[in-house]
């Protein structure tokens, strides 16, 4: 017997809300530890939790069954479930080719203009942020173009 | 593709007493993508098409067109009157 790849199942509306705020934690926590929140010691603390929290969450839609889903062989999915994910994988790249080239539009005029950049470890913080958050997106797209699934 | 195209799937399945999960298998995709092609949200290819024609026993016609299917009831009283 083949051994079934390791999923955690996510309903429709678990899988979108997880998706939420995996971005919205990525995006504040990496940045405010990138940026450097100072002070209070309590808000550092919360902004690294929000960061840690994040990436486990982009972790955990990616090994959710959406995640499998845009993994899966072609021959294990209908036609219809192909495209769906085709089309996730093409506005990933998207999102992705978008959000490097805003990067390096930022790091350019930062540069000229004076405005903030990150640090080594922070540009490390950042990068890591983008490789998980592309790592989940495809989950999080198909997430939102499902239908949960009602039976008559 | 799914904007233009009408379908009365659900029509031939309640008449079949047919669930979704049943169809679905019947034509080998999953229960959702039945979902999907009811709602008019997704259009199917050719061979699936020609495969759930197969299940019901109608020409591919019966099942999707180009134009909105007239109402069933519609039909119905005009068949009525005309007997």
Do not use: C
Request: no cysteine.
């Amino acid at each position: 017997m083949m051994a079934r790849p390791f999923q955690i199942h996510l309903s429709v509306h678990a899988a979108r809300a997880l998706s939420v705020f995996v971005y919205a934690a990525l995006l504040l926590g990496n940045l405010g530890v990138a940026a450097g929140v100072p002070e209070p010691p309590l808000a550092a603390l919360a902004v690294a939790l929000l960061k840690l929290s994040g990436l486990l969450g982009a972790v955990l839609l990616f090994v959710s069954s959406y995640g499998q889903l845009s993994q899966k062989a072609e021959r294990e999915l209908d036609e219809r479930e192909v495209a769906v994910r085709n089309r996730a994988y093409v506005l990933t790249h998207q999102i992705m080719v978008a959000a490097l080239l805003g990067a390096f539009l930022w790091v350019t005029l930062a540069t000229k203009l004076g405005w903030w950049l990150p640090g080594a470890s922070g540009t490390a913080d950042l990068i890591t942020a983008f490789a998980m958050g592309s790592m989940a997106l495809p989950a999080a797209i198909l997430a939102w173009r499902d239908r949960p699934l009602s039976d008559d | 593709m799914s904007a233009e195209l009408h379908n009365r799937l659900s029509v031939f399945r309640a008449e079949r007493g047919m669930s979704r999960r049943e169809l679905a298998e019947a034509v080998g995709v999953n229960p959702q993508t039945i979902g999907f092609l009811e709602r008019g949200e997704y259009g199917p290819s050719l061979v699936l098409a020609l495969r759930l024609a197969r299940v019901f026993s109608v020409p591919v016609e019966a099942l999707f067109a180009l134009e909105p299917f007239p109402a069933l009831g519609d039909q119905l009283a005009r068949l009525s009157k005309e007997s």
